[in-house]
Each structure stands twice: as C-alpha cells, then as structure tokens.
C-alpha cells in the first residue's frame, strides 16, 4: 500500500480513536445539578450556537459547541431544557454525536460519594503517571463535566506511537479503545502493561463500586464482563498478530501401521 494511500486511512482511524465519546459514556453514570433557567440558540458565522442562560454551550475540550444546522441545534438545545434538579447525559441522545474529543474515561473523576473518588484516585492514578513517564506526556485529571484540557502536544506524541502501527492494527486499537472506553487503557494493555482482566476491572471501576454497594443485577453484570474480557481479549490479540512477526509451527502428521 502506498504511504499516502495508508496514511488517509490511519487518519482516519486515529480520528475514530481519538474523538470517541468516552466523556459522554462516562457521565451518563453522573448527575450535576441544574446550573442554568433558560435554554436559547444563536447563530454565528453559519453555525448554530447552545447559550445556557448567557453561557456558551462548550465541549468537554471546551471549545465553543457549533452544528452546521439548526434542527440538530434545537435537538441537542430540547434535550437541555428538558433537564430537570439535575443533568442526566443518560437522557441525552443527540448530544453524544456532536461531541469530538479525546478525553481518557480515566481522566475524568467522580467527586460524590467520598468512597467512589478514593477509589477511583487509588486505582487510575497510578496508570496517569504510568502513561505520562512512558510518552512523557502532559495528563491531567478532572472532575469537571466539560472534562481536562489536552494538550496539542500530548495528542500529537500519541498520534505519532500509534502511526506505528499498521493499517490492520489500527483496525484493532480502534476495537480496543471503543470498548475500554479509554486509550490511556488501550495503551496500556497493548504495551502488556495491564492484563486483559485488569485493564476491564479498570474500565469497569464505577460499575463495580455500585455493584458492591446495591448488589448484583442477576447475570446481567456477569454477562457484560465476559463480553468485555472476550471483546478486549481479541482486540488485543488482533494488534498484536497484525504488528509483530508471528511465527507457527505444523505438527507433523502421526503415521499408524
């Protein structure tokens, strides 16, 4: 494949990795209370704009949010005037296509209750620091609803390791980060740095704090982990028969008389 041909193709893919909506995946386990009355839209420069009383509606990278189109717009401005005490994203459906970002599930932090931001700074900031020694990399973490602030630099040295691969691992890496939820995860298990099991406990940290706090919802959580093992499993194995030279060898045929 020529290089221009394959590095469209890995653009894309690196586009699919890093604008995932793993910030909208996480929040929809959160509520924040109400902060605004009144929900209007205004048009700038041919794009639609969501004003939250005189705020601007911004993305987890806060950026300014802006749709091409007024119907998406009054979707997206519907689903937040019909937040009620509190801003459930669960109940937002059209909110989650719009949003472009690179935002690590583990980035972000719950501040209620105490046990689960203890639990949550125990477990994933040890793989932060991991991550940041290993790529030298700036990485914060936040308890914000519009998220951390990643810095051009850190998404470049990414995007830079992951142009490493080729185009069939990128197929897998994008399988990997979409059901971890995560690419500080991704990285991770594909540098053998977590196991498969340990790298879905991670991803799964909110769920299971929960499990333990109101029980187990009778085989529906023990469904969802095998899924989510077998699914990182081979994703994992997918990147790494696709970017290492694996050889096999064939058992050589047993005779009878």
Known sequence: M????????????????????????????????????NVSISQSNGMYEINLDRRKLKTPMSRLFSVPNEPIAIAVATEWEAQHKEIKMSQ?????????????????????????????????????????????IQLQSSTSIHGPTIPKATKSTLKKHLLHYNHWSLVGVTSLVETLKSVVLSLA????????????????????????????????????????????????????????????????PSWSA
């Open 2 to 37: 020529a290089t221009g041909v394959f590095s469209v193709h890995a653009g894309r893919f690196l586009g699919r990795i890093f604008a995932p909506m793993q910030t909208i995946e996480r929040q929809m386990a959160a509520a924040r209370k109400r902060f605004y009355k």
């Open 92 to 136: 937002m459906h059209m909110l989650p296509f719009m949003v472009c970002c690179f935002f690590p599930t583990i980035s972000y932090r719950e501040e209620s209750p105490v046990e689960l931001a203890e639990l949550e700074e125990r477990e994933w900031e040890p793989l932060l620091d991991w991550v940041r020694q290993k790529y030298d």
């Open 189 to 252: 298990l594909m540098d053998k740095h977590l196991t498969v099991e340990k790298a879905v406990a991670l991803a799964r940290l909110e769920t299971e704090f929960q499990i333990m706090r109101w029980g187990n919802v009778e085989w529906a959580h023990d469904m969802e982990l095998t899924d989510l093992r077998a699914r990182a499993a081979a994703s994992a194995l997918f990147i790494h028969y696709n970017s290492e030279r694996v050889t096999t060898m064939e058992k050589a």
